[in-house]
């Protein structure tokens, strides 16, 4: 039986510099095409379908999630409520502007 190709999220880190390389480019301030980031990693996030060459070549997504995710569903005997929090943001009054997120969601990365 072949494996189920499945998508494999990347670290956090990661993730944090996919991000800031993704808006970088989309607002202009960067070019697309291939761009080497820390950690080793060449990713060309720049067309319909967004690729890594190195450390391995595989495509590259990325999901869009909102703050909290419900799930009800309901049969003749048994009611059940799902609620998943992919965003939690704390504020407190040491935070300064630069280092507090201004969205009530996130985005994940994945690869093949």
């Known amino acids: 039986m072949k494996p189920k190709n499945r998508w494999k999220p990347f670290s956090q880190k990661t993730i944090n510099l996919l991000e800031k390389t993704y808006q970088s480019q989309l607002s202009g301030k960067s070019e697309g095409g291939w761009v080497k980031l820390e950690g080793n990693l ?14 391995f070549s595989c495509p590259v997504r990325r999901n869009f ?17 799902r609620a998943q ?4 943001q704390v504020h407190t009054p040491e935070h300064t502007p630069e280092h507090t997120p201004d969205h009530n969601s996130t985005h994940t990365w994945t690869y093949t």
């Open 85 to 88: 929090l992919h965003w939690l």
């Open 65 to 81: 999630l909102s703050g909290i995710q419900v799930e009800f569903k309901q049969s003749l005997h048994q009611r059940s409520l």
């Open 42 to 55: 060449e990713v060309n996030l720049s067309g319909a379908t967004m690729m890594m060459r190195y450390p």
